[in-house]
Nanobody, 122 residues
Framework: QLQASGGGLMQAGGSLRLSCTDS????????VGWFRQAPGKEREFVAG????????TYADSVKGRFTISRDNAKSTVYLEMNNLKPEDTAVYSC?????????????????WGRGTQVTVSS
């Protein structure tokens, strides 16, 4: 249902834009979050946006570098990642929240998409 794309290999300081597409066009009324998981580490919240796109929240580690946005007409949520750092290397996944608002807690998400790998070299 959800598919993340746009990952790749990038040098530190570079930029990538990830996309999360809802093929069934069902998440326009739901908050959406981006999470990431690096090898050997727990999944962590990256950014979230409410259903209208008017409110967003970020992990401290990406604040000021990453921007989340959404286009409900295209059933797509984006994650613009700038000034990438090696510690941003992870598999990035998107998820649809159970409510209209995003949350930092993975338990409050109902649908998860297959992730996309982001690798940042130093």
């Amino acid at each position: 249902q959800l598919q993340a794309s746009g990952g790749g290999l990038m040098q530190a300081g570079g930029s990538l834009r990830l996309s999360c597409t809802d093929s069934r066009r069902t998440f326009s009324n739901n908050g959406v979050g981006w999470f990431r998981q690096a090898p050997g580490k727990e999944r962590e919240f990256v950014a979230g946006i409410n259903w209208r796109g008017g409110s967003s929240t970020y992990a401290d580690s990406v604040k000021g570098r990453f921007t989340i946005s959404r286009d409900n007409a295209k059933s797509t949520v984006y994650l613009e990642m700038n000034n990438l750092k090696p510690e941003d290397t992870a598999v990035y996944s998107c998820a649809s929240a159970r409510s209209a608002y995003a949350s930092r807690s993975p338990e409050l998400y109902q649908y998860w998409g297959r992730g996309t790998q982001v690798t940042v070299s130093s």
